[in-house]
């Protein structure tokens, strides 16, 4: 591998020093170098070629419940110890009594179902607590030191300006499980992608830079920060539907596709809307995030007003039926409205035998009868797909019935990928090279190790020699 060439960097260092120096040299030290930068490169690559392959994915789940911890306080034990010297230089430890009230601010906590759990503020707990339908109850209660003690840190919430009382309580309230009263939350988390580190034209995917998708209008992924957080919301609001002017009550009804199939098939859905794009846009925005992280389903919408222009889906799952279904989903949510229409009914002629019947002399051509128009009833199609409140909640009913055939692929099927360094790499393992070739033999000079071929330098002389 290229990366081994700058081996010969403390090569021609070393020669270099040794040449002004020769007689601060032993023979070993001649490997030190070497051997440095030896190590220095394996560290230097393994810590890049990691850092090159590690990417972020996004996990849906749903928040199974949510708790309110009520201000309270209690009394915390505590021995303190100080120390003295005397004059004498004998020292002592002095102990005392510490003992203080611990004061615990107000709290709301969510947990999901796959585990992680969240502090969300009061407004957040209180809307959840009325979408799972107010099934509170009382898990906990503490009795406070000091019940007239006021509730520290409340500010902005209900307990501001009020004491903790005799008794602070915890309670908890439990989603109801129904599927229109989920609550989606979404975390970040690192895994190992070998295919965007490497060569992509292998899979047929080419690189859009920066500048092109810019150029494009093609969407980046919500900026998040540590802890789950994502930009100015926290990982309940992250959105599933990427675009403009799609009302948040359809935003919310796809969030909970990613908390409900999030869990069950490790699956993360995006909808990606472009106004007025070319079709080929759906292309560059699959190359772009290559394809998506490996749990991720990608839809791809174009349209021009609501009328739907185009769509196109991506995925790295085991099949694509799934991609090809949705797709055929999206284009094939027309809309239907009610048109009537007035349908005459025929008259009847009288038949010959009826007019004997009837003991007619003269010919009559039509029966004496008084004949009511029929009002029918037909669904009309329009002359387009349409992207509408009817359309959206179509697409997400068929969406809810078939994301349960999401396979999410394991990307250990790519470990027989070998990862080419980038030319930045390169560079940051020359200058490494480089500082510890130098590094490495200034101590060799420095150091009062030395050859002891001039006989008549003795370790002092070649100290005070050096400096």
């Known amino acids: 591998m290229y990366v081994f060439l700058t081996l010969l960097i403390p090569v021609v260092i070393t020669a270099i020093f040794y040449y002004y120096y020769k007689h601060e040299y032993t023979w070993w030290e001649f490997f030190v170098p070497i051997l440095s930068v030896l190590a220095g490169i394996l560290i230097a690559k393994a810590l890049v070629s990691h850092n090159m392959v590690m990417f972020e994915e996004y996990w849906g789940s749903s928040v199974?419940?949510?708790?309110?911890?009520?201000?309270?306080?209690?009394?915390?034990?505590?021995?303190?110890?100080?120390?003295?010297?005397?004059?004498?230089?004998?020292?002592?430890?002095?102990y005392y009594?510490?003992?203080?009230?611990?004061?615990?601010?107000?709290?709301?906590?969510?947990?999901?179902?796959?585990?992680?759990?969240?502090?969300?503020?009061e407004r957040?707990?209180?809307?959840?607590?009325?979408?799972f339908e107010n099934n509170r109850r009382l898990i906990k209660t503490i009795e406070n030191h000091d019940a007239d003690d006021e509730a520290v840190d409340s500010r902005g919430t209900k307990?501001?300006?009020?004491d903790v009382g005799k008794y602070s309580r915890v309670y908890q309230t439990n989603w109801n499980g129904k599927d229109e009263t989920r609550k989606a939350f979404t975390s970040r988390h690192s895994y190992v992608n070998k295919i965007k580190a490497s060569d992509l034209t292998i899979f047929n995917i080419k690189i859009v830079d920066k500048e092109k998708a810019d150029s494009m209008g093609l969407f980046e992924y919500p900026p998040c920060v540590n802890g789950g957080m994502f930009g100015k919301t926290n990982g309940l609001e992250v959105p599933t539907i990427l675009g403009k002017n799609i009302p948040e009550n359809i935003r919310e009804q796809?969030?909970?596709?990613?908390?409900?199939?999030?869990?069950?098939?490790?699956?993360?859905?995006?909808?990606?809307?472009?106004?007025?794009?070319?079709?080929?846009?759906?292309?560059?925005?699959?190359?772009?995030?290559?394809?998506?992280?490996?749990n991720e389903l990608v839809i791809c919408v174009g349209r021009k007003g609501n009328k739907i222009q185009w769509a196109h889906a991506f995925s790295w799952a085991k099949s694509d039926a799934l991609t090809a279904k949705v797709e055929n989903l999206v284009l094939?949510?027309?809309?239907?409205?009610?048109?009537?229409?007035?349908?005459?009914?025929?008259?009847?002629?009288?038949?010959?035998?009826?007019?004997?019947?009837?003991?007619?002399?003269?010919?009559?051509?039509?029966?004496?009868?008084?004949?009511?128009?029929?009002?029918?009833?037909?669904?009309?199609?329009?002359?387009?797909?349409?992207?509408?409140?009817?359309?959206?909640?179509?697409?997400?009913?068929?969406?809810?019935?078939?994301?349960?055939?999401?396979?999410r692929r394991s990307f250990k099927e790519f470990d027989?990928?070998?990862?080419?360094?980038?030319?930045?790499?390169y560079w940051l393992i020359i200058i490494l090279a480089l500082g510890i070739s130098i590094g490495t033999n200034i101590w060799a000079i420095m150091n009062d190790i030395y050859d002891g071929s001039n006989g008549d330098r003795s370790d002092d002389n070649n100290y005070y020699r050096r400096y």
């Open 332 to 407: 094939n949510l027309y809309t239907y409205k009610d048109s009537t229409y007035t349908k005459q009914l025929p008259i009847l002629p009288i038949s010959v035998v009826l007019k004997k019947k009837l003991h007619m002399k003269h010919k009559v051509p039509v029966l004496p009868i008084t004949v009511k128009n029929q009002d029918t009833t037909v669904k009309v199609k329009s002359e387009f797909p349409t992207l509408n409140a009817q359309t959206w909640n179509t697409l997400y009913v068929e969406l809810n019935k078939n994301l349960k055939t999401f396979k």
């Open 124 to 131: 957040q707990h209180d809307a959840l607590v009325k979408q």
């Open 159 to 162: 307990y501001a300006g009020k």
């Open 97 to 121: 009594d510490c003992s203080h009230q611990v004061d615990v601010a107000p709290k709301w906590v969510a947990h999901t179902d796959i585990g992680e759990s969240f502090e969300i503020s």
């Open 64 to 94: 199974t419940n949510v708790v309110e911890h009520e201000p309270y306080n209690y009394w915390q034990e505590e021995t303190c110890s100080y120390t003295t010297t005397d004059g004498k230089g004998n020292s002592t430890t002095h």
């Open 416 to 425: 027989y990928l070998s990862i080419e360094l980038k030319p930045w790499a």
């Open 254 to 294: 796809f969030r909970r596709l990613n908390g409900k199939f999030g869990v069950s098939n490790q699956m993360r859905l995006w909808v990606l809307v472009f106004d007025d794009k070319p079709s080929i846009t759906g292309n560059y925005q699959e190359n772009y995030w290559v394809r998506g992280n490996m």
